[in-house]
């Protein structure tokens, strides 16, 4: 018991103290939050001036909630903080009002309080720990979808200058034939004319 109430006026104590810093901490988080969102913003803006939008937009996506994320968790740290330093000031209150029997009774009811409270910060942190798994898993999956659409992409990429470059030599060949035949009928043409042409009269005799 003597222990317990130790810990608790050290609570109390340093809460004056711990209140002034979190304050801090949620301003420097705010104005964080405020900055991210501003650049991913012009993240976003910059995605649809790219070929590949949607993937563009995916990766960003990615990189925001990763960041914004990381902001909650410190967020619920301060949170948490804060919960069990109120709840040894008020302990310790009603402690300093409570008869010895009370204080015993207060005593039990704090230290049933207190695994409560580390059975819900373990179950928390679980429920944590799970979400960050599952983000993790659609982060695998939006990779994997972005790299077979991309594959996708490149194959109908090279399809299509596979079958440009299948036409340029059929142009090609149509053309080298239709020269072909010009030649020939031009050659023909001019056999013709040399056969057709009228033979000089032989001179008169003296």
């Not at 301003?27 to 964080?32: A, G």
């Not at 409560?116 to 695998?140: G, I, P, T, V, Y």
């Not at 023909?188 to 057709?196: G, H, I, M, P």
Request: glycine share 2%; hydrophobic share 35%.
């Amino acid at each position: 018991m003597k222990k317990l109430m130790t810990f608790c006026v050290l609570i109390v104590g340093l809460s004056a103290h711990a209140q002034t810093t979190n304050d801090a901490e949620r301003l420097r988080i705010s104005t964080s939050r405020a900055e991210l969102e501003s650049g991913f913003s012009r993240e976003d803006t910059a995605c649809y001036k790219k070929f590949l939008v949607n993937n563009c937009l995916d990766e960003v996506k990615i990189r925001r909630r990763d960041a914004l994320a990381d902001l909650r968790r410190q967020e619920t740290s301060i949170n948490d903080q804060e919960r069990k330093a109120k709840g040894a000031e008020q302990i310790q209150k009603t402690e300093d009002k409570a008869s010895p029997e009370k204080q015993q009774e207060e005593a039990d009811r704090r230290a049933e309080a207190l695994r409560d409270f580390d059975a819900r910060m373990a179950r928390e942190k679980q429920k944590n720990a799970d979400r960050l798994k599952l983000e993790s898993n659609e982060k695998a999956n939006l990779e994997a979808a972005g790299a077979r659409s991309k594959g996708a992409q490149d194959k109908q990429a090279g399809r299509t200058a596979k079958q440009a470059a299948a036409a340029e030599e059929l142009k090609k060949y149509n053309d080298k034939m239709e020269k072909a035949k010009d030649r020939q009928a031009r050659i023909a043409r001019d056999k013709a004319s040399q056969t057709s042409a009228p033979v000089a009269p032989l001179p008169a005799p003296p």
